[in-house]
């Protein structure tokens, strides 16, 4: 067996839910903040349009990168939404789903053995996704009180450590876990500080449309010529447009990296599901399909407010204020549990159901996401406020 997938660890996040769905199944209600994806509709243009196509006969293979009509469109979006020109018969690539565009980005970029700085607390998969294609991670940790935000400071530490073999920085913003956004400046200085360390730049923008600082979402890769020539964008249609289960992620790269990435693609996948790219170019073509989704996004920002107010109020409990995603992460050390154990018994003695921090990173901090309704955070972060004050009163 293959010593290097043998040894990846399976994802927190669907173990929690198949606990979850154990009790669902013996009549228990579970306060559910497991989920990874939004709890709204896929909106019935990108459906329907879904449907025309089966209907129409559009079932058959298409080019490798996609097709042509799906990369201009998104090529388009790239040049309208995020100022980044990307020609879309070179430098597009559309993938069944975010991961798989990530899992070909670090397959182009490294060779066995080269380093990628990941900033900690991270997406749980970016450690997997690297140590696949023969990279090795080496973690940036960042500060809380700073919102868990990437330094140049930290990066050049980090970069150090990895003692001449850092060959890639991961940037994920909005995050997932912590729901960190980077402004332009903090951008333009960690960017300044990758192109001088000779990086490359994977930018996870996944969660692009759900910012609630009131500043507009920027791209790294817009800032400078130079940045647009050494960032791979990653992005895609599953939280933007509640697409999660339809598995269309696209991303834009130089044609150098690009032609790589596609081949993999070609041999690995030979395209992504047809009838699913007819639904995404509804997604990102057509002005009914935006409408639809602003009602989910609002409802996001309201959310978002909300359980940072409640968690906020629960005494031990630390965190920063969510400025994106539809994550929080708060610190729960100060009641004496490591994340694995709090979550388990959290799940038990109260129902809710929250991921532990441990795969992310940090062992003292558990991860609620907000893709629920808000009558699911007023009760069930009602039940983390009385289990969180048994055990401050528990003889420690």
Partial sequence: MNSTVAAIRPSATLAIAAKAKEMAAQGIHVYSFAAGEPDFDTP????????????????????????????????????????????????????????????????????PGDAVIVPSPYWLSYPEMVRIAGGVPVFAKTDAAAGHKLSPAALERAVAEAEGRARVLVLNYPSNPTGAVYSASELRALGETALRLGLWIVADEMYERMVYTGAPFVSIASLSPELRERVVTINGCSKAYSMTGWRIGYAGAPESVMRLMATCQSHCASNPCTPAQYAALAALEDPEAERAVQPMLEAFAARASRIYELLSAIEGVKLSRPEGAFYVFPDVSAFGLGSVEFCDRLLKEESVAAVPGLPFGDDGCVRFSYACSLETIEEGIARVARFCGRLRAAPR
């Avoid at 559309?94 to 670090?106: D, E, R, T, V």
Wanted: aromatic fraction near 8%.
């Fill in 44 to 111: 019935q243009v990108i459906k329907d349009a879904a449907c025309r196509a089966i209907c129409d006969g559009m079932t058959k293979y298409t080019a490798a990168r996609g097709m042509p009509g799906l990369c201009a469109a998104v090529a388009r979006k790239f040049a309208e939404k995020n100022g980044i020109a990307y020609d879309p018969a070179t430098e597009i690539m559309i993938s069944s789903g975010g991961k798989q565009s990530l899992c070909y980005a670090f397959q182009a970029l490294l060779n």
